[in-house]
Nanobody, 127 residues
Framework: QVQLVESGGGLVQAGGSLRLSCAAS????????MAWFRQAPGKEREFVAA????????YYGDSVKGRFTISRDNAKNTGYLQMNSLKTDDTAVYYC????????????????????WGQGRQVTVSS
């Protein structure tokens, strides 16, 4: 049984910073890719960032490039999303996702490529 448990997030003013964590248990030693997605009310789920569990190659969505940083601690089986220079448009529920099969560089933005999901954490950025 795989579990992805998120923590962090909350409320911050525009320009501030927050960090999300995603602790993986179960099959995490063979996880191929961990990603963060977000979904605002009335909008589709949007790719935010991803990291290859082995090797640490990272990918970012255009709207967060240069402001967000994804990382992982293999020893703790935990991934992180550091969010800086937050904007009101970043307000959404953020989801951690894990893919255990290989995901090509053209597919990592697709939610359907991921096998397991966390429960979601609210991030609210006020003006």
């Amino acid at each position: 049984q795989v579990q992805l448990v998120e923590s962090g997030g909350g409320l911050v003013q525009a320009g501030g910073s927050l960090r999300l964590s995603c602790a993986a248990s179960g099959r995490s030693f063979s996880m191929y890719l961990m990603a963060w997605f977000r979904q605002a009310p009335g909008k589709e789920r949007e790719f935010v960032a991803a990291i290859r569990w082995n090797g640490g190659i990272t990918y970012y969505g255009d709207s967060v490039k240069g402001r967000f940083t994804i990382s992982r601690d293999n020893a703790k089986n935990t991934g992180y999303l550091q969010m800086n220079s937050l904007k009101t448009d970043d307000t959404a529920v953020y989801y951690c996702a894990g893919a255990w099969g290989q995901v090509t560089s053209s597919d990592y933005r697709k939610p359907t490529q991921y096998d397991y999901w966390g429960q979601g954490r609210q991030v609210t950025v006020s003006s």
